[in-house]
C-alpha cells in the first residue's frame, strides 16, 4: 500500500518504523475530527466546483458509517496516520471520487484541524470536571464552615481560620482554573483548514465557510502562521493544565499534612487509602500523593512542547512528536479532577483535633488589632504583643475565637459568590458543548 506523499522509492523499513513512531496510536483518538474535517472540506469542494453535490453525498454516506461504527476502523502503520487512512477508506470504496478529497489541503493542515476540534472537545470536558469539583469541595466546605483550625505561612501556626475557608480557597482554584481551561480553548477556536503546507493552493478554497461548518469562532488568517502556531498552540493548553494541576497540587499537599496523625484534622475514609506490605496498621493516602507526583509531570510536558517549537517558520516533522505530550497531559488531567472531585466524599473532620490546635498565640494579631482600634498605632500595638507572647508560657486552646467577616476573609468565605461564578462557567460549558455537538452532527 502506497503512503500519500510515495511515488517510486520504496522505504526502509527501519526509517518507516522510526518516522512512524507512536501515530497510529495516537491518532485513533482523532477518528471523529478527521472525519467532521473532511466533510466540511468536502462541502467547500462542492462550493468551488471540484466535486459535484452527488460526488459529495456519496463522500458523506461514507464517512457517516465510518462515524457510526469506530470500532471497525483501525490505522495501520502503512498508512502513517488517520488522514491517510480516511483517504483510503474512501478511495477504495468511491474509487476516483475518494481520492477527489485531498484537493487544496495537506496533511499538514489536516493535524492541526483534527487536533483543534479534538482541543475544544477536550478542553470542555475537563471544563465540567473542574465544576464538578469545585462543587463538591464546596459543598465540605460549607458543611464545615464554622470548625476553627490554624492558618499556616512558612508550616507554622500563624491565625486562626476554619476549615470552610481553607476549602474555599481550592474552590476558587478551581474556578480560576477553569477560567484558564476558557482561555486554552479560546486558542484552539480558530480554523485552520485552507492553509494547505503554508502557502494556500491555487483554489478559490471558501475558508469562512469551512470554518462556520466546523463550529470554530474564526478562521486563522495567515497560512503560514498556521504550521508554525502549531507548538504554540499545544503549548498554550499545557500552560492552562499546568496551572491547574498546580493548584491540585498544593490541595493534595494539604491532605497530605492535615490527614496525618502529627496533624490529624482530616481522616482519609478506608476506601481511599491503601496498606503497607509490612506494616499491619498503616493506612497510606496513596492517592493524595500521586496527585502531587502528577501534578509535578505538567511542566515537564509543557516544556518538552516549547523546545520542540522552537523552530523556523513553517512545518517541520519535529511537530509529530508534540502529540504524546499534548495527550498524556490531557489524559493525566482528567483522572486527576476525577478524584480530585471525589475526594471531599471520603474526607471526615476531627473536629477535637481541630480545637486542640486552636490556641491562644494565633491571637496574637487579634490583640494587636484591638489595641489599634484603641488608638495605638500598629508598630507600637506589635511590639508590646510580641513582648508579652515571648514572656507567656505554654499557649492553651482557645474556644470562639473572633474570626474577621469582611469579603473572602475565614468569617465570610462567600459561598453564594463562589458558587455563582462556579455556575456561570457550567453554563457557558454546557452552552457551548450542545452547539458544538448540533454543529457536527449537522456535518453527518
Same mark, same amino acid.
Given at each position: ?10 522505504? %526502509? ?31 467547500? &469542494? ?34 502513517? %496516520? ?67 483550625? @490554624? ?29 484558564? +481551561?476558557?482561555?486554552?480553548? %479560546?486558542?484552539? %477556536? ?15 478554497? @471558501? ?32 500552560? $492552562? ?6 493548584? +491540585? ?45 502528577? !501534578? ?31 495527550? $498524556? ?59 508579652? !507572647? ?13 474570626? @474577621? ?12 459568590? +463562589? ?16 452547539? +458544538? ?5 449537522? &456535518?453527518?
Amino acid at each position: 500500500m502506497k503512503k500519500l506523499w510515495q511515488t517510486k522509492t520504496d522505504l %526502509d523499513s527501519a526509517v518507516e518504523a522510526y518516522t512512524v513512531g507512536a501515530d497510529p496510536d495516537l491518532d485513533a483518538r482523532l477518528l471523529r475530527f478527521e472525519i467532521y474535517g473532511s466533510l466540511a472540506h468536502a462541502s467547500g &469542494l462542492v462550493r468551488i466546483g471540484v466535486l459535484t453535490k452527488g460526488e459529495y453525498a456519496r463522500i458523506r454516506a461514507v464517512l457517516t458509517r465510518l462515524h457510526r461504527d469506530p470500532s471497525r476502523f483501525k490505522i495501520t502503520r502503512e498508512q502513517e %496516520d488517520i488522514h491517510t487512512a480516511i483517504e483510503q477508506a474512501l478511495t477504495a470504496a468511491l474509487g476516483e471520487i475518494g481520492a477527489k478529497v485531498h484537493a487544496g489541503r495537506s496533511r499538514n493542515d489536516q493535524v492541526q484541524v483534527d487536533l483543534r476540534l479534538y482541543l475544544k472537545d477536550r478542553l470542555l470536558s475537563l471544563d465540567a470536571q473542574a465544576g464538578a469539583a469545585a462543587s463538591a469541595w464546596a459543598a465540605f466546605g460549607a458543611k464545615h464552615d464554622k470548625r476553627a483550625i @490554624p492558618g499556616y505561612s512558612h508550616l507554622q501556626r500563624a491565625m486562626p481560620t476554619t476549615v470552610g475557608h481553607w476549602a474555599a480557597s481550592h474552590v476558587e482554584a478551581l474556578i480560576e482554573g477553569r477560567r484558564a +481551561l476558557r482561555v486554552a480553548f %479560546d486558542e484552539a %477556536d480558530a480554523s485552520p483548514l485552507g492553509s494547505a503546507a503554508g502557502y494556500g493552493v491555487m483554489l478559490p478554497l @471558501p475558508r469562512e465557510h469551512v470554518a462556520k461548518l466546523l463550529g470554530f469562532g474564526r478562521v486563522q488568517r495567515n497560512t503560514l502562521r498556521v504550521q508554525s502556531s502549531r507548538p504554540r498552540l499545544e503549548a498554550a493548553v499545557l500552560s $492552562s493544565l499546568c496551572l491547574v494541576a498546580r493548584d +491540585l497540587g498544593v490541595l493534595a499537599w494539604d491532605l497530605s499534612l492535615y490527614s496525618s496523625a502529627e496533624f490529624g484534622f482530616l481522616k482519609l475514609a478506608d476506601s481511599f487509602t491503601t496498606g503497607s506490605s509490612i506494616m499491619p496498621q498503616k493506612k497510606n493516602p496513596d492517592v493524595v500523593e500521586l496527585t502531587r507526583a502528577r !501534578a509535578a509531570l505538567f511542566p515537564g510536558w509543557l516544556n518538552q512542547v516549547l523546545m520542540i517549537g522552537q523552530l523556523p517558520s513553517g512545518y517541520h516533522r519535529d511537530y509529530q512528536l508534540t502529540k504524546g505530550p499534548l495527550f $498524556s497531559a490531557l489524559d493525566t488531567m482528567s483522572q486527576m479532577l476525577e478524584i480530585v472531585g471525589r475526594l471531599p466524599e471520603s474526607l471526615s473532620v476531627n473536629e477535637e483535633r481541630c480545637a486542640a490546635a486552636v490556641t491562644s498565640d494565633l491571637l496574637a494579631t487579634h490583640e494587636a488589632i484591638a489595641m489599634v482600634r484603641d488608638g495605638v498605632p500598629f508598630r507600637t500595638a506589635y511590639r508590646e504583643v510580641a513582648a508579652r !507572647a515571648r514572656a507567656a508560657g505554654a499557649p492553651l486552646p482557645v474556644t470562639n475565637v473572633e474570626l @474577621p467577616s469582611h469579603l473572602g476573609a475565614p468569617g465570610k468565605p462567600d459561598w453564594k459568590f +463562589l458558587l455563582a461564578q462556579n455556575e456561570s462557567g457550567s453554563r457557558w460549558s454546557l452552552a457551548t458543548r450542545s452547539r +458544538l455537538e448540533k454543529t457536527w452532527q449537522a &456535518l453527518l
